[in-house]
């Protein structure tokens, strides 16, 4: 049996406890120019490419199949329209939040990593390194996941049972509520690697509260078969 065809069927993935058994998956826009020219977005509203509609529309067909009970996104642009197009498959209402937005990052908005590393050089290590850092003068990735993750529990909350939410988000902030609601420290959270355009990480309710199941996945979720299920 397929791993849609099992949450059709309403079993969970990852041997998730009985109880709630619900999972959160984290999808990140699909590409905007500012992608491809490795510009920092942050809060500027960037409008997806061609190429980024087309991820968005491939990826929510196999999302539409997990049977989302919810989608939550950012309100800019790039996170709404790719919300829209699992909107359609499914019939769900996005509901749409500022507090999901990708961190505001001040005066590094618009610059490319390279003039950023060439500007602002030591503020990125630092950043890199795991330090705090207002980059560019903007939030913290501990304020960010303030915003952030409260919202994204909230609309957990709602599930049902073994129910399914998606938040269409950027970057940045998903790593920073991934961490939060994992329980790790802020200066642990650059661990998570980045998620590529339109892809998405899978977080799922276990004995001990939410833990990561995929990460930057661009198919279904597999159930895991074996000693650590």
């Known amino acids: 049996m397929s791993a849609a065809h099992e949450a059709a069927a309403g079993f969970s993935f990852a041997g998730a406890p009985a109880g709630r058994a619900r999972r959160i998956i984290m999808w990140r826009h699909g590409q905007t120019a500012w992608n491809v020219e490795r510009r920092f977005?942050?809060?500027?509203?960037?409008?997806?490419?061609?190429?980024?509609?087309?991820?968005?529309?491939?990826?929510?067909?196999?999302?539409?199949?997990?049977?989302?009970?919810?989608?939550?996104?950012?309100?800019?642009?790039?996170?709404a329209y790719t919300a829209a197009e699992l909107s359609v498959l499914t019939d769900l209402e996005v509901s749409h939040d500022d507090a999901l937005r990708e961190t505001y990052a001040g005066v590094w908005q618009g610059l490319t990593h390279e003039e950023i590393?060439?500007?602002?050089?030591?503020?990125?290590?630092?950043?890199?390194?795991?330090?705090?850092?207002?980059?560019?003068?903007?939030?913290?990735?501990?304020?960010?996941?303030?915003?952030?993750?409260?919202?994204?529990?909230?609309?957990?909350?709602?599930?049902?049972?073994?129910?399914?939410?998606?938040?269409?988000?950027?970057?940045?902030?998903?790593?920073?509520?991934?961490?939060?609601?994992?329980?790790?420290?802020?200066?642990?959270?650059e661990s998570l690697g980045g998620l590529s355009n339109c892809c998405w990480s899978v977080l799922g309710e276990g004995a001990r509260g939410w833990r990561l199941l995929e990460h930057n996945a661009g198919t279904l979720p597999e159930p895991v078969l074996g000693d650590d299920d």
């Open 41 to 79: 977005q942050g809060t500027t509203d960037v409008e997806l490419t061609e190429t980024g509609l087309s991820q968005a529309r491939r990826a929510a067909r196999l999302l539409a199949s997990l049977k989302p009970d919810a989608i939550i996104a950012s309100d800019l642009k790039r996170a």
């Open 117 to 189: 590393i060439e500007r602002h050089g030591d503020e990125y290590t630092a950043w890199k390194r795991g330090e705090p850092v207002r980059r560019g003068g903007g939030e913290l990735e501990s304020e960010v996941a303030d915003r952030a993750a409260p919202v994204v529990l909230r609309h957990a909350d709602k599930l049902p049972d073994g129910g399914t939410l998606v938040v269409v988000s950027h970057g940045g902030t998903i790593r920073t509520t991934i961490g939060r609601l994992l329980g790790l420290e802020p200066e642990n959270w």
